[in-house]
């Protein structure tokens, strides 16, 4: 039975929940599924922004037949070739012939990549460049490109007669949609975990592109944003929009200090709680403590946007770096994450690598100061934490 959302008198939700998905991209955990957000115009003529992921097409379809009430469809708008948007292209097409597929050239390689039948759409694709608009019946529609925030076809679409701006990726989070869809029903300052965690792991590489768009969108009139994951948002965007650009331009979120560690047989994390505590005597508040092992990366990776300090402590393994740890400094040099304050605390029992590996791998980084080490043999001595000690020291008078 088809399960649509009305959200203003020419505009209706389509999409659907996911909620037995337990890792996103096959790679990130989900607590609480994750939501396909489609959209449907009805303005005098009819659109659809995007599809929706495979494990939703059936409900899909049905939320589209409904709405459509045997009409035609004019247009198929593509904002981003991602499967988890786009698997039902093809179905769509073909059960609405008619319909004008709107994209950008960039599209059109992906589109006919993923579906070899596409190459038979040459006269059904209305290619579209950043600034043109389309009118779909009263609705005036403007597409504006948005390379990267998440591929490289993204373009995002913003209703001028009405003030929508759909968003594409960018503005979504993780977690299925449970009957309040807008923002101003639900605790989104509560959930803002997930759109940090969403936003950093998806699309935390592409800041400039992401900070180009929030500026692009910052200078439009906005009444809703409609992303393709997550609450559709009608409020609060002063409060979104800092996120966002804190996120894109890299800028910590919090003063604060995240200690990640690695630990077998509980030195290294010993050392780390020694830190802990001495960052408490020298008044710091907000700390943050993870244990890599137990910690999924993801998390790591959104906790390392969220705050100005990171101490990352890790023994010596088989000449390198215990393995979580060494995929975590990888995980954030592969989202460029910048300024920073850095510190490193190493162990090992015979030929301690860890201290030294660390260095070499935060070494390239872009505006990343390192404020200290720490090396140590085992087990922590009195002189080790008086060195521990001291780098507290060092970390907590950089922090304001
Ligand atoms: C499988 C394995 C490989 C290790 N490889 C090295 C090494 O290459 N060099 C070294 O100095 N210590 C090595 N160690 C020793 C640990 O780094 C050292 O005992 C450290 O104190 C463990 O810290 P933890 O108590 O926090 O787990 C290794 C230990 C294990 C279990
Ligand atoms: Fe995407
Ligand atoms: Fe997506």
């Given at each position: 039975m088809y399960n649509?959302?009305?959200?203003?008198?020419?505009?209706?939700?389509?999409?659907?929940?996911?909620?037995?998905?337990?890792?996103?991209?096959?790679?990130?955990?989900?607590?609480?599924?994750?939501?396909?957000?489609?959209?449907?115009?009805?303005?005098?003529?009819?659109?659809?922004?995007?599809?929706?992921?495979?494990?939703?097409?059936?409900?899909?379809?049905?939320?589209?037949?409904?709405?459509l009430a045997g009409r035609k469809l004019n247009y198929i708008i593509v904002q981003h070739m991602e499967p988890d948007h786009c698997a039902g292209l093809a179905a769509l097409a073909n059960k609405y012939p008619e319909a004008k597929i709107v994209v950008n050239n960039k599209t059109i390689t992906f589109i006919k990549q993923f579906f070899p039948v596409a190459t038979n759409w040459e006269d059904r694709f209305l290619s579209v460049k950043d600034g043109d608009t389309l009118q779909v019946g009263n609705t005036q529609l403007v597409f504006a490109m948005a390379p990267m925030v998440h591929w490289p076809e993204v373009m995002v679409t913003y209703d001028a007669t009405h003030k929508i701006l759909f968003s594409a990726d960018a503005f979504g989070s993780f977690g299925a949609l449970n009957g309040n869809i807008l923002n101003s029903q639900c605790d989104m300052k509560a959930n803002l975990n997930e759109y940090r965690r969403y936003y950093t792991n998806i699309v935390g590489k592409y800041g400039m592109q992401a900070a180009s768009l929030l500026k692009k969108a910052s200078q439009l009139e906005i009444k809703m944003i409609c992303p393709l994951h997550g609450l559709i948002l009608v409020e609060d965007f002063p409060f979104i929009i800092d996120k966002y650009t804190k996120w894109a331009t890299y800028v910590p979120e919090e003063e604060g200090v995240?200690?990640?560690?690695?630990?077998?047989?509980?030195?290294?994390?010993?050392?780390?709680?020694?830190?802990?505590?001495?960052?408490?005597?020298?008044?710091?508040?907000?700390?943050?403590?993870?244990?890599?092992?137990?910690?999924?990366?993801?998390?790591?990776?959104?906790?390392?946007?969220?705050?100005?300090?990171?101490?990352?402590?890790?023994?010596?393994?088989?000449?390198?770096?215990?393995?979580?740890?060494?995929?975590?400094?990888?995980?954030?040099?592969?989202?460029?994450?910048?300024?920073?304050?850095?510190?490193?605390?190493?162990?090992?029992?015979?030929?301690?690598?860890?201290?030294?590996?660390?260095?070499?791998?935060?070494?390239?980084?872009?505006?990343?100061?390192?404020?200290?080490?720490?090396?140590?043999?085992?087990?922590?001595?009195?002189?080790?934490?008086?060195?521990?000690e001291e780098l507290a020291s060092k970390i907590a008078a950089t922090l304001s």
């Open positions: 649509v959302h009305p959200l203003t008198e020419n505009l209706t939700w389509i999409g659907a929940s996911d909620r037995r998905l337990k890792l996103f991209e096959n790679h990130f955990p989900l607590s609480n599924g994750v939501s396909y957000n489609s959209y449907f115009i009805d303005d005098g003529e009819t659109a659809v922004l995007d599809t929706a992921d495979d494990a939703v097409l059936t409900q899909y379809f049905e939320n589209l037949v409904h709405v995240l200690i990640a560690y690695a630990s077998m047989y509980h030195h290294t994390e010993n050392a780390a709680d020694i830190l802990a505590t001495a960052l408490d005597t020298h008044g710091v508040k907000n700390i943050a403590m993870y244990d890599v092992s137990n910690t999924d990366c993801a998390h790591l990776v959104a906790e390392a946007f969220r705050f100005s300090h990171i101490v990352l402590a890790s023994p010596t393994y088989m000449n390198e770096l215990y393995p979580q740890m060494a995929h975590f400094i990888a995980s954030l040099k592969s989202h460029a994450l910048k300024k920073r304050k850095l510190a490193v605390i190493g162990n090992g029992s015979w030929a301690p690598q860890a201290t030294k590996v660390m260095l070499a791998e935060l070494e390239p980084m872009k505006d990343i100061e390192i404020l200290g080490s720490v090396e140590f043999l085992s087990a922590i001595n009195e002189e080790k934490k008086a060195e521990l």
